[in-house]
């Protein structure tokens, strides 16, 4: 099934192909199947998933890549992947898709364009050492970031995969410690990696959210950080 068959089945899919549900005070965690998406709809009690102690990996300083998969339905000023106060990529309540790097404080570029709302859309923001950009649908947006090494570090800070109110879905998150160009993102924003670091330079981080049972969404990577949450409920569809 193509992506954009997807995109207009979904709520028939989402009605009639629960397998599993189960909602939590404050928060309801679903995941599907396949490919996978996990869904982000957050109350007070936190971030959907998230690694409690940043380890050395996580703690980029000179170049990276942010990059996922998302729908969304209600925009809120919250992370969406990245690490407190080191490096987050959001959303905004306009909207917009917004990047902070933390260097003597946040350094923040927003995106001109609006992310498409109901509809899944690929958004991504890159730092290669020097300029900060942002994309959407592997389209760089006309608003960019000067910036120099090294951003701040920290130990503990939990890596967070979806905070606060944010509300849609979120699937293929990665995160890489270089600058992917516009034409690597725009070839494998459109497939699944392959399993392991050793054949995707630079890619620390990969959750693909294709568990279809349990309470852990699996790293794909050699560096072994999943994402562990109290309850995951699943469907049978594909983000592609």
């Not at 407190?84 to 364009?113: D, F, H, P």
């Not at 959407?136 to 000067?146: E, H, P, Y």
């Not at 999943?226 to 049978?236: E, G, I, K, P, W």
Request: net charge neutral; with cysteine; glycine share 8%.
């Amino acid at each position: 099934m193509s992506r954009d068959t997807w995109q207009m089945l979904r709520p028939a899919v989402q009605t009639t192909k629960i397998r599993k549900s189960l909602s939590l005070p404050a928060a309801t965690y679903e995941c599907f199947e396949d490919k996978g998406s996990i869904r982000m709809n957050i109350g007070p009690a936190g971030p959907l998933v998230s690694i409690q102690s940043t380890p050395a990996s996580m703690e980029i300083t000179s170049a990276i890549t942010l990059e996922a998969w998302v729908y969304v339905e209600v925009f809120s000023n919250r992370i969406l992947l990245g690490i407190s106060s080191q490096y987050e990529l959001r959303t905004t309540s306009a909207g917009k898709l917004r990047l902070s790097l933390y260097k003597g404080g946040a350094q923040t570029v927003i995106s001109a364009s609006t992310i498409p709302q109901f509809q899944w859309v690929h958004i991504a923001a890159t730092w290669d050492g020097t300029t900060a950009y942002l994309f959407i649908n592997g389209v760089q947006d006309a608003n960019t970031l000067s910036l120099t090494p090294s951003l701040a570090t920290g130990a503990g800070i939990p890596v967070l995969f979806g905070d606060g109110s944010w509300t849609g879905y979120g699937a293929e998150a990665r995160i890489w410690n270089r600058a992917l160009s516009i034409d690597e993102m725009n070839f494998r924003r459109h497939h699944p990696l392959s399993d392991g670091s050793t054949l995707e330079t630079g890619l620390i981080c990969y959750w693909k959210c294709n568990e279809g049972s349990g309470t852990t969404v699996f790293n794909k990577t050699t560096t072994d950080l999943d994402f562990t949450v109290s309850a995951l409920n699943f469907f049978t569809t594909s983000v592609y």
